[in-house]
């Protein structure tokens, strides 16, 4: 069992919605739907990996998907994307570090994505926030503002590398 899926179990019951940046094609999903019935907010900027994201749970009530990343300030900028993995590594970073520990993903394309300030997205009601955004997780968080202090749980995944 991974790290999150004890975490989660662990906490299930003072989770009262749950946020996902960087849900990429859900991978997740089905745990979250194990462990809360509350409401689960996915943001992907990428359109294939949200196009997937709407195939498999946009008809869900409890699931509100958003096509657009998180971040610091409302802008559009690029992302390095990787076809392999789902997408997955892809990154508004350059590649260098995961070109050296991971030569088998190739950075093929760049696609323009949106990016806002979470203080500006209305109507969210969650205390568990995770992130998975490839080393913009710190951009991310200052875009939370004062509305960080409402989240009594925060986990973000890093490369150790």
Do not use: C, W
Not at 86 to 92: E, Y
Request: positive net charge; glycine residues 6%.
């Amino acid at each position: 069992m991974s790290l999150i899926r004890k975490f989660l179990f662990k906490n299930k019951k003072h989770i009262n919605g749950l946020i996902h940046v960087g849900a990429n094609v859900g991978q997740e999903v089905p745990m979250y739907f194990e462990i809360t019935n509350s409401n689960i907010y996915l943001f992907e900027p990428l359109d294939s990996a949200f196009e997937t994201l709407k195939d498999k749970y946009g008809n869900l009530q409890n699931v509100k998907l958003y096509n657009f990343g998180l971040g610091s300030k409302n802008q559009e900028i690029n992302i390095n994307v990787t076809q392999s993995n789902f997408g997955s590594s892809s990154s508004v970073l350059k590649p260098t570090g995961h070109k050296k520990y991971f030569p088998e993903i190739n950075f093929e394309t760049v696609e323009s994505i949106k990016i806002k300030k979470y203080t500006d997205v209305p109507d969210i009601y969650a205390n568990f926030l995770l992130i998975d955004v490839q080393g913009y997780e710190l951009e991310v968080i200052k875009g939370f503002e004062d509305k960080l202090k409402n989240f009594k749980f925060i986990i973000t995944e890093i490369s150790s590398k």
